[in-house]
């Protein structure tokens, strides 16, 4: 039994992980003044709108898909965040994927002087990635549904970045991306960052004033 147990974990933790990432997603009550658009280039050089999400505070109005199905990419298609901040204040970024296996995956281009988790000045726009990364968010295998989860916060990311830099692996791969050796740690530690005012040590109370969570989906095919 213990040993079945072994061997389901990693399984179990990656569940908890996803689970835990998806009830920060706050688009409707939000109070931080955000806009994020996910776009996607085709192979044959064409550019594909795949959705855009307003935060319920945000002046802007989203023009994305409005429930519908989630688009299908090809392998090798690349991707672009573009994040409007409409603040007066500075906001940091943070990019995860879950891919079709539930596996936690970091844009390998979160690094500097190209990181995901860069700051946000008011009243401006962050592309993501930069025109000048050195490698760009290609679309990869396995085929099937992906989640991208993009949060905001007024506040860094302190935990969740010190505990990624000692675990994460630089992805070698031309897809960008890197996964996550211990998931359930990283969304505990996004949790810890959201987290605002005080509670029980097994409790997070999260401030709507303070972040913004947005999830993104899409097909492989």
């Not at 392998?75 to 539930?102: A, K, M, Q, S, W």
């Not at 700051?119 to 396995?142: E, F, G």
């Not at 099937?144 to 302190?158: D, H, I, K, M, Q």
Request: aromatic share 4%; net charge neutral.
């Amino acid at each position: 039994m213990n040993g079945a147990t072994r061997r389901l974990q990693p399984l179990l933790e990656s569940l908890l992980a996803a689970k835990l990432l998806r009830l920060t997603a706050n688009v409707a009550s939000s109070h931080l003044g955000i806009k994020a658009t996910l776009r996607a280039l085709r192979g044959d050089g064409s550019s594909m709108l795949l959705d855009s999400q307003a935060a319920g505070r945000s002046p802007a109005e989203a023009d994305g898909l409005g429930g519908l199905e989630p688009p299908f990419l090809n392998i090798g298609d690349r991707l672009h965040c573009t994040l409007t901040n409409y603040t007066d204040d500075e906001l940091f970024v943070r990019l995860i994927c879950l891919d079709p296996r539930g596996k936690m995956l970091i844009p390998s281009f979160a690094v500097s002087p190209y990181a995901s988790d860069g700051m946000m000045m008011p009243r401006q726009t962050l592309t993501i990635p930069r025109d000048d990364a050195p490698l760009p968010w290609a679309i990869s295998a396995p085929n099937g549904a992906v989640e991208v989860c993009v949060l905001v916060s007024r506040t860094p990311f302190t935990q969740t970045n010190l505990l990624l830099g000692r675990s994460l692996r630089q992805a070698a791969s031309p897809t960008s991306l890197a996964l996550v050796p211990n998931p359930l740690e990283v969304a505990q530690a996004l949790l810890g960052d959201l987290h605002q005012g005080g509670g029980a040590e097994d409790t997070w109370l999260l401030d709507v004033r303070s972040w913004a969570s947005l999830s993104f989906s899409y097909r492989v095919v």
